[in-house]
């Protein structure tokens, strides 16, 4: 099963990473067993690009990403980050290290910017460098850059520098493809779309005309909509998701989106049905 899900290089790094990872924000809200069962199932079937964050339950989600990977740290690809309030040039090394230890990891694979804050971009970039030479991480990236900042981090750091944008993305959110999928193609930034349903209670519904569209499509594949929705999400050559799932019956789902092919027809229609709409003064964030 694992072999079948898509994997793409992950922006300028050497890496091949799966396509359809796993989200971790509130995961501390579910039970503990089963998050933890949902994560292992997930990885289990190769759906091993997991994103958490210190900000996720104040640093819980982390613990619980450390418990679901015990003995498979090798297997993962591990990102996590520093909030803004700590991404000075020394906060951010310091919110790393705190994230090393609650992960039971010596290193994260990509570690980013949740968002841009009072600090100055140059030092958190400067964090970043320092944390890599120490093999404290392998790559870094950003979180929620419009193309100016983008821009903004290329000038700092140079090109080859930046692995990844995450950013929202998800069927009726798109803005994302106006400026930053296009930026990041070019720049060979990978583009790591979240909430790809829509987050809590966002999801297309059923009874709505775009979700029958969705439906439609996902019973000529014998799908689920959502399933439907990652592999959309997913259609370009810098993009991955990362839905959450505390639900391992969601996960096992979820892995399924991550080798699903929609033809250019599917494509079309889920075009016709979720428009992209005109960019937006500023990018959409959750
Ligand atoms: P999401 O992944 O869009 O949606 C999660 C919800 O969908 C949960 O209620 C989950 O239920 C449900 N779900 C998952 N798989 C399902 C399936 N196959 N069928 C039906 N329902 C399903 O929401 P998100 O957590 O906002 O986004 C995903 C991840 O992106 C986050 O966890 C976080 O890692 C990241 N994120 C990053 C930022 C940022 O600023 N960088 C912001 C937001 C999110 P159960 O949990 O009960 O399974």
Not at 203 to 229: M, N, R
């Amino acid at each position: 099963m694992s072999e079948k899900l898509a994997k793409r290089r992950f922006g300028p790094l050497n890496a091949e990473v799966v396509t359809v990872g796993q989200g971790t924000w509130e995961i501390e809200a579910s039970d503990r067993r089963e998050a933890i069962k949902a994560l292992q199932k997930g990885i289990a079937l190769g759906m091993t690009h997991i994103d958490t964050a210190e900000m996720y339950g104040a640093g819980r989600s982390e613990e619980i990403v450390a418990e679901a990977i015990a003995g498979k740290r090798d297997e993962i690809f591990l990102v996590s980050k520093v909030l803004p309030s700590n991404a000075s040039r020394k906060g951010t090394v310091a919110a790393c290290e705190k994230s090393l230890k609650r992960l039971k990891t010596d290193r994260l694979d990509c570690y980013l910017l949740h968002w841009r804050g009072q600090y100055k971009l140059s030092d958190t970039i400067e964090a970043f460098e320092e944390l890599k030479l120490a093999g404290k991480i392998l790559s870094w990236g950003v979180s929620n850059f419009d193309e100016e900042d983008l821009d903004e981090a290329l000038a700092i750091a140079g090109e080859g520098k930046i692995a990844c944008n995450q950013v929202l993305y998800h069927l009726k959110e798109r803005a994302i493809e106006h400026a930053v999928i296009p930026w990041c193609e070019k720049h060979s930034v990978a583009v790591v779309g979240y909430s790809p349903f829509g987050s809590r209670g966002g999801f297309p519904s059923a009874s709505s005309a775009a979700g029958k569209v969705l439906q439609k499509i996902a019973d000529e594949h014998s799908a689920t909509p959502y399933q439907i929705a990652l592999a959309f999400l997913t259609r370009h050559e810098s993009t991955f998701t990362i839905p959450k799932a505390a639900n391992p019956k969601h996960a096992a789902d979820n892995a399924v989106g991550g080798h699903l092919k929609l033809t250019d027809e599917d494509l079309q229609r889920i075009d016709g049905a979720f428009p992209l709409g005109r960019r937006p003064s500023s990018l959409p964030m959750i």
